[in-house]
């Protein structure tokens, strides 16, 4: 790989001369900026790409050219010397300002200060900046997504009391959400490599209109790196290389990107790989978090072994492997097509919230883990830009998906390794349009349809002899989940004071499932379902000034029944086992959220959202019946039987807040605060707190940015949440959380202290390094299962050419 990198650099040496062409960087850390708008007096245009560069040819009769984008002071300036320039171009970031550009709202660019919604974004300079193991801890740097972690290889966003099936996750505009997303947490985020990633948003709250089912509590859209045209008569080869250590979990990564670019074609290829040993938790915390002892297998028996370091978290180390090819076609200004692979996979991991259990004084599982978790989609993009009668820009995104997840487990003693395979083949095709690019009115609106298709095995083996039977599958094999939808938004801007949008989708969804296992006697044969979804949102935004917004949005969402939630077999949990149920129906959310900005003499911005969300037909886990009994013999140990059922209602409210105050000589002041409380009805007609709805956390982050240098100071938060602000379902889980006095499960407040900087030294290196949780302290996010890292000191370099 070392050769494959000179081999690169060396060709980019060689090709230096980039004739007509500039390249726009940000003037404080020297990285390259893409859609910067390059104008003049005769109303021609161009965009920076990409890599920040930008052909200048079309400008060779101007007498002025404006180079801009918010959020940075323009610069004007001559074509003669703009063409002699021997530097690049810097632009200096502007003072405090409440436009910027975002994509997921709607599917297309808008200015932020028109959307009703509240939307967070995570950057390319944060990504840099940061250094995120995986794309869970790139959410998790956003300071307003709360990552839980079951093992090492995961993480399971919460947003305003939804997680899992109730958020929906988005690569460059495709669904990943499939049709066995559970309730329970998920790390199907970890597929994606987060150093492929050019930026990331966040909408907070419903976004079923534009996202369809799933987007509840919020929409999390990724956009990885585009293939750039070549900006000169040659072809132009860029890329970078990065190498990086993470010293408490010896993390070893190593990543590599390439884009070839000519006049009409480019390409894009990045591969990453990173191997991750057992993590090490923090010295300073409860007791209740250490690992004292572990299972390991000697002479063909289970022994629990004493842990020489019960710091270490053994077994939770893996490795990952990440890659993407995209190749673009551009004929004309009209005309763009994109096609990319991407494919992820895992090695075994652990999860470790299963190996801390135990049963009568011993280990519940010798084995518990999930297989390689393996990702590949194919996705052909196709955009036109020519204004007509019908539109002015629109998008076909067709995308196939195939999704392989695995489990295993052991108990401890038992010679018998029970696994469980699954697939989901998902096809979807998206058709969005765009009308009105000049204000008043503009229209977005489109077509989706979708087609997973579910495969599903079940096998024991005998660890010893070898001999292996069959055994229920998770799901019914062959099953499908189809939905089809049209949606229509539509922005209404009669002034610069105020913002109006309002959209409306119908979603029809189908299950068929066949329960033909001949293991199990079920009182139905075949699931169909057929049904339908209406939702809607209504919003504005009120800038009675460039320093003032205020926002209010109303809106619905809604979650269709999935394979997992109506042909879900059988899954083991205590003493109790989980059966389908077919009578499932879609649960609705209806959100109300008001929100306000305000910027103080280019110094100080505050904003703050409050929001209220009402569950109704909530999908929970209740008492069920199978042919008319309640409890069932499985696995040889009479179980309480279960079903997913339409039976509870649930709020969700609470406020996030931010702050940023610009100081004198490159130095800054953010910080955000969230709290959000959640209740959920119980099947005796009580309630209590919802299991999704994390305690309250924030950040405060003291940076710095000039001269090419970035340092961040900052701190992380998190209030306790006692027992009896537990979940009940949390409330069982106490081999995960400390003890309080009485001898209960409860979550303590912890906080860390981190510090992280870069400098780039010219335009083709930069380093990275940062300590995370400097005090060292042992403390573990509200519902994982494995404890946070200690101590952690990270290092990168990183190489442009």
Request: hydrophobic share 35%.
């Given at each position: 790989?070392?050769?494959?990198?000179?081999?690169?650099f060396?060709?980019?040496?060689?090709?230096?001369?980039?004739?007509?062409?500039?390249?726009?960087?940000?003037?404080?850390?020297?990285?390259?900026?893409?859609?910067?708008?390059?104008?003049?007096?005769?109303?021609?245009?161009?965009?920076?790409n990409?890599?920040?560069?930008?052909?200048?040819?079309?400008?060779?009769?101007?007498?002025?050219?404006?180079?801009?984008?918010?959020?940075?002071?323009?610069?004007?300036?001559?074509?003669?010397d703009?063409?002699?320039?021997?530097?690049?171009?810097?632009?200096?970031?502007?003072?405090?300002?409440?436009?910027?550009?975002?994509?997921?709202?709607?599917?297309w660019?808008?200015?932020?200060?028109?959307?009703?919604?509240?939307?967070?974004a995570?950057?390319?300079?944060?990504?840099?900046?940061?250094?995120?193991?995986?794309?869970?801890?790139?959410?998790?740097?956003?300071?307003?997504?709360?990552?839980?972690?079951?093992?090492?290889?995961?993480?399971?966003?919460?947003?305003?009391?939804?997680?899992?099936n109730?958020?929906?996750?988005?690569?460059?505009?495709?669904?990943?959400?499939?049709?066995?997303?559970?309730?329970?947490?998920?790390?199907?985020?970890?597929?994606?490599?987060?150093?492929?990633?050019?930026?990331?948003?966040i909408?907070?709250?419903?976004?079923?209109?534009?996202?369809g089912s799933?987007?509840?509590?919020?929409?999390?859209?990724?956009?990885?790196?585009?293939?750039?045209?070549?900006?000169?008569?040659?072809?132009?080869?860029?890329?970078?290389?990065?190498?990086?250590?993470?010293?408490?979990?010896?993390?070893?990564?190593?990543?590599?990107?390439?884009?070839?670019?000519?006049k009409?074609?480019?390409?894009?290829?990045?591969?990453s790989?990173?191997e991750?040993?057992?993590?090490?938790?923090?010295?300073?915390?409860?007791?209740?978090?250490?690992?004292?002892?572990?299972?390991?297998?000697?002479?063909?028996?289970?022994?629990?072994?004493n842990?020489?370091?019960?710091?270490?978290?053994?077994?939770?180390?893996?490795?990952?492997?990440?890659?993407?090819?995209?190749?673009?076609?551009?004929?004309?200004?009209?005309?763009?097509?994109?096609?990319?692979?991407?494919?992820?996979?895992?090695?075994?991991?652990?999860?470790?919230?299963?190996?801390?259990?135990?049963?009568?004084?011993?280990?519940?599982?010798?084995?518990?883990?999930?297989?390689?978790?393996?990702?590949?989609?194919?996705?052909l993009?196709?955009?036109?830009?020519?204004?007509n009668?019908?539109?002015?820009?629109?998008?076909?995104?067709?995308?196939?998906?195939?999704?392989?997840?695995?489990?295993?487990?052991?108990?401890?003693?038992?010679?018998?390794?029970?696994?469980?395979?699954?697939?989901?083949?998902?096809?979807?095709?998206?058709?969005?349009?765009e009308?009105?690019?000049e204000?008043?009115?503009?229209?977005?609106?489109g077509?989706?349809?979708?087609?997973?298709?579910?495969?599903?095995?079940?096998?024991?083996?005998?660890?010893?002899?070898?001999?292996?039977?069959?055994?229920a599958?998770?799901?019914?094999?062959?099953?499908?989940?189809?939905?089809?939808?049209?949606?229509?938004?539509?922005?209404?801007?009669?002034?610069?004071?105020?913002?109006?949008?309002?959209?409306?989708?119908?979603?029809?969804?189908?299950?068929?499932?066949?329960?033909?296992?001949?293991?199990?006697?079920y009182?139905?044969?075949?699931?169909?379902?057929?049904?339908?979804?209406?939702?809607?949102?209504?919003g504005?935004?009120?800038?009675?000034?460039?320093?003032?917004?205020?926002?209010?949005?109303?809106?619905?969402?809604?979650?269709?029944?999935?394979?997992?939630?109506?042909?879900?077999?059988?899954?083991?949990?205590?003493?109790?086992?989980?059966?389908p149920?077919?009578?499932?129906?879609?649960?609705?959310?209806?959100?109300?959220?008001?929100?306000?900005?305000?910027?103080?003499?280019?110094?100080?911005?505050?904003?703050?959202?409050?929001?209220?969300?009402?569950?109704?037909n909530?999908?929970?886990?209740?008492?069920?019946?199978?042919?008319?009994?309640?409890?069932?013999?499985?696995?040889?140990?009479?179980?309480?039987?279960?079903?997913?059922?339409?039976?509870?209602?649930?709020?969700?409210?609470?406020?996030?807040?931010?702050?940023?105050i610009?100081?004198?000589?490159?130095?800054?002041?953010?910080?955000?605060?969230?709290w959000?409380?959640?209740?959920?009805?119980?099947?005796?007609?009580?309630?209590?707190?919802?299991?999704?709805?994390?305690?309250?956390?924030?950040s405060?982050?003291?940076?710095?940015?000039?001269?090419?240098?970035?340092?961040?100071?900052?701190?992380?938060?998190?209030?306790?949440?006692?027992?009896?602000?537990?979940?009940?379902s949390?409330?069982?889980?106490?081999?995960?959380?400390?003890?309080?006095?009485?001898?209960?499960?409860?979550?303590?407040?912890?906080?860390?202290?981190?510090?992280?900087?870069?400098?780039?030294?010219?335009?083709?290196?930069?380093v990275?390094?940062?300590?995370?949780?400097?005090t060292?302290q042992?403390?573990?996010?509200?519902?994982?299962?494995?404890?946070?890292?200690?101590?952690?000191?990270?290092?990168?370099?990183?190489?442009?050419?």
């Amino acid at each position: 790989m070392k050769n494959i990198f000179t081999m690169f650099f060396m060709l980019t040496m060689l090709a230096t001369t980039f004739a007509q062409s500039i390249t726009v960087r940000d003037e404080a850390d020297y990285l390259p900026i893409e859609g910067v708008m390059v104008s003049d007096e005769n109303n021609n245009m161009a965009f920076t790409n990409s890599q920040g560069k930008v052909n200048i040819k079309k400008f060779s009769n101007s007498q002025q050219i404006t180079i801009s984008l918010l959020g940075y002071v323009s610069l004007n300036i001559s074509y003669d010397d703009l063409s002699k320039m021997k530097a690049d171009i810097l632009l200096k970031q502007d003072e405090l300002s409440l436009d910027e550009v975002v994509i997921s709202a709607n599917r297309w660019q808008q200015n932020k200060s028109e959307v009703p919604n509240r939307i967070t974004a995570v950057t390319k300079k944060d990504i840099v900046l940061q250094n995120p193991q995986t794309s869970a801890d790139l959410l998790g740097f956003s300071d307003e997504v709360y990552i839980q972690k079951s093992q090492l290889g995961g993480g399971s966003p919460m947003i305003r009391g939804f997680s899992t099936n109730r958020l929906l996750l988005t690569i460059d505009g495709v669904r990943m959400n499939t049709a066995i997303f559970r309730g329970g947490n998920l790390q199907n985020v970890i597929s994606i490599d987060p150093l492929a990633v050019e930026s990331s948003e966040i909408i907070f709250g419903p976004g079923s209109v534009i996202y369809g089912s799933d987007a509840i509590g919020g929409v999390m859209s990724f956009y990885t790196l585009e293939p750039a045209l070549s900006t000169t008569d040659k072809v132009e080869v860029s890329g970078s290389a990065l190498t990086r250590y993470s010293s408490a979990n010896g993390e070893r990564t190593g990543h590599f990107d390439v884009n070839i670019g000519g006049k009409k074609w480019a390409s894009t290829t990045s591969f990453s790989y990173s191997e991750f040993g057992d993590l090490r938790m923090g010295s300073n915390g409860p007791d209740d978090y250490l690992v004292p002892v572990f299972v390991s297998t000697i002479d063909s028996q289970d022994v629990v072994v004493n842990n020489p370091d019960p710091e270490v978290q053994t077994p939770t180390g893996y490795n990952q492997v990440n890659m993407m090819q995209k190749i673009r076609f551009s004929p004309n200004e009209n005309w763009d097509l994109t096609y990319g692979l991407h494919y992820s996979t895992t090695s075994n991991y652990a999860r470790f919230d299963r190996h801390r259990r135990m049963r009568d004084g011993y280990p519940r599982y010798a084995e518990w883990y999930y297989g390689p978790q393996e990702w590949m989609m194919n996705n052909l993009k196709i955009s036109h830009s020519k204004a007509n009668a019908i539109y002015d820009n629109v998008t076909l995104n067709m995308a196939y998906q195939n999704f392989e997840e695995s489990r295993h487990s052991r108990n401890f003693g038992s010679t018998t390794l029970e696994n469980n395979v699954e697939t989901v083949d998902a096809y979807s095709v998206n058709l969005d349009f765009e009308k009105g690019d000049e204000k008043p009115h503009r229209f977005f609106y489109g077509l989706e349809a979708i087609l997973n298709k579910v495969g599903s095995t079940g096998e024991e083996n005998d660890i010893y002899t070898g001999v292996t039977a069959p055994i229920a599958p998770r799901y019914p094999e062959g099953s499908t989940w189809s939905s089809y939808a049209a949606y229509l938004s539509y922005e209404y801007v009669p002034s610069e004071v105020w913002a109006w949008q309002a959209g409306v989708r119908y979603n029809a969804f189908a299950i068929q499932a066949s329960f033909d296992d001949p293991a199990y006697a079920y009182p139905f044969e075949d699931a169909n379902l057929n049904n339908g979804a209406l939702t809607g949102s209504l919003g504005t935004v009120y800038s009675p000034g460039p320093t003032w917004k205020i926002r209010a949005n109303l809106s619905t969402g809604f979650r269709a029944p999935n394979i997992d939630d109506v042909g879900k077999l059988f899954e083991s949990v205590d003493y109790a086992v989980v059966v389908p149920n077919p009578d499932l129906k879609a649960e609705y959310a209806y959100n109300a959220e008001v929100g306000i900005a305000k910027v103080f003499s280019n110094v100080v911005k505050l904003d703050a959202t409050a929001y209220y969300t009402i569950l109704e037909n909530a999908q929970v886990r209740r008492p069920y019946s199978l042919n008319g009994q309640d409890s069932v013999m499985y696995n040889g140990e009479m179980s309480q039987v279960l079903a997913i059922q339409n039976a509870a209602n649930a709020r969700v409210y609470g406020v996030q807040v931010g702050m940023e105050i610009k100081l004198p000589a490159g130095f800054a002041l953010e910080s955000v605060y969230n709290w959000q409380k959640g209740e959920e009805e119980l099947d005796d007609g009580e309630t209590a707190p919802m299991r999704h709805a994390a305690p309250a956390f924030g950040s405060t982050h003291l940076r710095f940015m000039q001269n090419r240098v970035m340092l961040d100071l900052y701190a992380n938060y998190n209030a306790e949440m006692s027992y009896d602000d537990l979940a009940p379902s949390e409330q069982e889980k106490g081999e995960i959380y400390a003890a309080d006095a009485n001898g209960n499960p409860y979550s303590p407040s912890w906080y860390t202290l981190n510090f992280k900087g870069s400098y780039q030294i010219n335009s083709h290196f930069q380093v990275t390094a940062g300590l995370e949780n400097i005090t060292d302290q042992r403390y573990l996010p509200y519902s994982s299962g494995i404890v946070a890292a200690g101590r952690n000191f990270i290092m990168g370099l990183r190489a442009n050419f």
